[in-house]
């Protein structure tokens, strides 16, 4: 698309879809990727396994639930995560200032537009800035939530009052969790505790992205998000818990993935693909629309420090298992760039 003095969050209300009621949408948000036939199928319903972090700690489960870790990321690269110690009304306050925020008028969320020249922070209804690919169904708002130095105040919202309190505590409260989970799949695979603790490394990147899908008049034309894997390390999605859309790719077939309340989908990322030279897998996964109702998550993203060189941890490698990866460094520099043409840049980093 070219550019315009237009912002993306201005075009979020002006576009004519977002009135359900009218049957035809653009020509732009009209989706043609090879999985475009399957959007509006009736696909089954997949039990992603669940992992309870509680079991994790605990001295008469902890070896059995590491091994199941190991399985389940192994086998599918992601997995509902229950028992993770955030209480369920806090994440209910965590979501509801999403909403509200999503509830505004346009003159107010428009305060908080993304800058397309200078980044993806802000309020915006799409990421794509070429012409290649269709426009997702979405309103976001994206938001760099650590380090301290990197956060962009300009982009948080004031209204609702709350909001930047309770997203700097979600925050924090994250930052805690993925470090427990870092050291949790070392000791999965036997390995020294801190290991993917430590080349994930200090000053690492927080992104929070509050994603509304609004209603579709035509679910069958147009997508929530594309097919994708995350450049993250993890990425931790918080799921409306009335309205499915997320769906997941699984020996080279889309399965719905179920809403389990206050449970959050946990999704290995590229770069911890990279780590584990290859034992836990970045799965491909979408998010489909909904003609009558929408849907709200939030996805919080962590990846490495963008100065920390990525490459498989000590132990991963060996005669059985040659290395299979490269070393990367910033490895989501490149991340858009090929999500922009619909293309996987792991490959990138395969040796």
């Known amino acids: ?6 912002s993306p969050a201005q075009e979020v209300e002006t576009l004519p879809p977002k009135k359900v009621q009218e049957k035809e ?4 948000m009209i989706y043609k990727g090879s999985d475009a036939g399957s959007l509006d199928t009736c696909l089954p319903l997949i039990d992603i396994p669940t992992i309870d972090f509680g079991l994790l700690t605990s001295p008469e489960s902890s070896a059995q639930e590491h091994e199941k870790l190991r399985s389940v990321l192994s086998s599918w690269g992601c997995f509902q995560a229950i028992n993770h110690g955030i209480e369920p009304a ?5 979501k509801a200032v999403g909403r509200q925020f999503f509830a505004l008028p346009a003159e107010e969320k428009n305060k908080y537009a993304r800058d397309i020249a200078i980044g993806f922070e802000g309020y915006a209804n799409h990421i794509i800035n070429g012409e290649e690919q269709a426009f997702d169904w979405i309103d ?13 105040l300009k982009f948080w919202p004031e209204n609702p009052e709350s909001f930047r309190k309770i997203l700097e505590e979600y925050n924090a409260k994250m930052v805690k969790l993925n470090e427990f989970l870092l050291k949790a799949i070392a000791l999965a695979l ?4 801190n290991c993917f603790l430590d080349m994930y490394g200090e000053e690492a990147t927080m992104i929070a992205v509050y994603n509304l899908y609004p209603p579709c008049p035509r679910p069958d034309l147009a997508i929530g998000l594309k097919p994708h894997a995350d450049g993250t390390a993890f990425t931790y999605l918080l799921q409306d818990k009335d309205v499915e859309g997320l769906q997941v790719l ?18 290995v990322g590229d770069q911890i693909e990279i780590m584990s030279n290859g034992i836990f897998k970045s799965p491909i996964h979408r998010v489909v629309t909904d003609s009558e109702r929408g849907r709200m998550s ?5 990846l490495p420090n963008p100065n920390q060189e990525v490459g498989p941890v000590n132990g991963v490698v060996n005669e059985a298992r040659p290395r299979l990866y490269k070393t990367v460094k910033d490895y989501t520099s490149i991340f858009y760039s090929y999500f922009e043409k619909g293309t996987r840049p792991i490959e990138s980093a395969k040796i």
Do not use: H
Not at 140 to 152: A, V, W
């Open 190 to 193: 036997n390995l020294e505790e």
């Open 1 to 6: 698309m070219a550019k315009s003095s237009t």
């Open 25 to 28: 949408i653009p020509q732009k």
């Open 250 to 267: 699984k020996d080279n077939q889309w399965y719905r993935v179920p809403v389990i309340p206050e449970a959050f989908v946990i999704n």
């Open 298 to 302: 939030l996805a919080v993203f962590c």
């Open 140 to 152: 976001r708002l994206y938001l760099i939530t650590g380090p301290e130095d990197r956060k962009q």
């Open 90 to 94: 806090f994440l209910d306050k965590v």
